[in-house]
């Protein structure tokens, strides 16, 4: 896994995206047996939609850990400071997400080196589903 150096980026740099999708239900189904999560919502169109749901919605931390992946994928998870994020809207089934991180801030403080990044995942349409922030910090 590589490490992310603080000179590498500045501020409003891309990290790379991550796009997953079409999200099928049968993501949801095995996301649930590997999080325990068996919420019918998730995997009972009849249950979900008795609720005012219209239809299966995704689990809101299957799309966090799509995000987390995003941000392995780029940096050492030795590095990770904080991730924290916000769940904005539903994913449902079909919908592609698109992951993106963009960094919003560089900063030293106490001789230790942060780039905090924000981080978002979409659908194709732009409307964003989860929001967040990633601190990294760096060599």
Not at 6 to 34: C, H, T
Not at 53 to 76: E, F, K, N, S, V
Not at 95 to 124: F, P, Y
């Amino acid at each position: 896994m590589k490490r992310i150096s603080f000179n590498d980026y500045d501020k409003g740099s891309e990290i790379p995206e991550l796009r997953v999708g079409p999200i099928k239900q049968m993501d949801l189904v095995r996301y649930a047996g590997a999080s325990g999560d068996f919420n019918p919502i998730h995997n009972d169109a009849e249950f979900a939609r008795s609720v005012g749901l219209d239809g299966t919605i995704a689990h809101g931390m299957y799309i966090m850990a799509l995000m987390g992946r995003m941000c392995t994928d780029w940096a050492h998870p030795l590095q990770f400071h904080n991730f924290s994020v916000k769940f904005k809207k539903m994913v449902r089934p079909g919908e592609t997400v698109i992951c993106r991180g963009t960094v919003s801030k560089k900063k030293e403080e106490d001789g230790q080196k942060m780039l905090h990044v924000d981080v978002t995942a979409v659908n194709e349409e732009g409307e964003v589903k989860v929001a967040g922030e990633l601190i990294l910090k760096c060599d």
